[in-house]
């Protein structure tokens, strides 16, 4: 899904959402079949500067008695009216169950 607004103060908003589809893998030392599933979240604001955040959750799934995976993590960027970077990863979180 892929939406983009403008607003009255002349700023641009963009938003996307994605589910993950057809993700498989063999574990190269057992041999477990997983499964990958998640979304990924995007959203930009631009008026005048930028802002972009990213928010990822993404899990593999094993079809047998192995491990599951989950991987989150949130990511900020700001560019700033002066052409100034900065970044950062808010949240990761690995959990393996």
């Known amino acids: ?3 983009s607004t403008s607003d009255a103060h002349g700023g641009w908003h963009v938003s996307t959402h994605f589910n993950n589809q ?3 893998g063999v574990g190269l030392t057992t041999g477990d079949k997983h499964q990958g599933t998640g979304n990924n979240r995007f959203t930009s ?3 005048g500067m930028s802002e972009f955040t ?4 993404f899990h593999v799934i094993s079809a047998g008695a192995g491990s599951n ?3 989150h993590e ?3 960027v700001t560019v700033g009216k002066n052409g100034e970077v ?4 808010a949240d990761i979180i690995v959990e393996c169950s």
């Open 1 to 3: 899904m892929f939406t």
């Open 22 to 24: 057809d993700v498989t």
């Open 45 to 47: 604001t631009s008026t």
């Open 54 to 57: 990213f928010i990822n959750n």
């Open 69 to 71: 995976l989950l991987l």
């Open 74 to 76: 949130t990511g900020h």
């Open 86 to 89: 900065t970044a950062e990863i």
